[in-house]
């Protein structure tokens, strides 16, 4: 059974900066996808940063600019680089692997809280 820990969440000012990270505690094979999820209460999860395979990083429009995904293939991990920090980003933050075969690997969620 696969486990997926993340961490980095807390409460920050406007204007400031988080680095999140998330691990899988083995060797994901076949990997599609992976990126960084966000949700509110009463507000469907939405995708803020992600690398498809072979592919190259893309954002939602609300970070473009301000957030940084980052990947190490060698130890199953992913970070997210977040600067200029928004009350609107306030959120539970989720890491997610997604690989062949409909193995889809998320992980408990971080609060991101952003005071202004």
């Known amino acids: 059974q696969v486990h997926v820990v993340e961490s980095g969440g807390g409460l920050v000012q406007a204007g400031g900066s988080l680095r999140l990270s998330c691990a899988a505690s083995?060797?994901?094979?076949?990997?599609?996808?992976v990126g960084w999820y966000r949700q509110v209460p009463g507000k469907p999860r939405e995708l803020v940063a992600a690398?498809?395979?072979?592919?190259?990083?893309n954002y939602a429009d609300s970070v473009k600019g301000r957030f940084t995904i980052s990947r190490d293939n060698a130890k199953n991990a992913l970070s997210l680089q977040m600067n200029s920090l928004k009350p609107d980003d306030t959120a539970v933050y989720y890491c997610?692997?997604?690989?062949?075969?409909?193995?889809?690997?998320w992980g408990q969620g971080t609060l991101v809280a952003v005071s202004s």
């Open positions: 083995e060797t994901i094979f076949g990997i599609k996808h």
């Open positions: 997610r692997f997604e690989a062949d075969y409909g193995y889809d690997y």
């Open positions: 690398i498809p395979s072979g592919g190259t990083p």
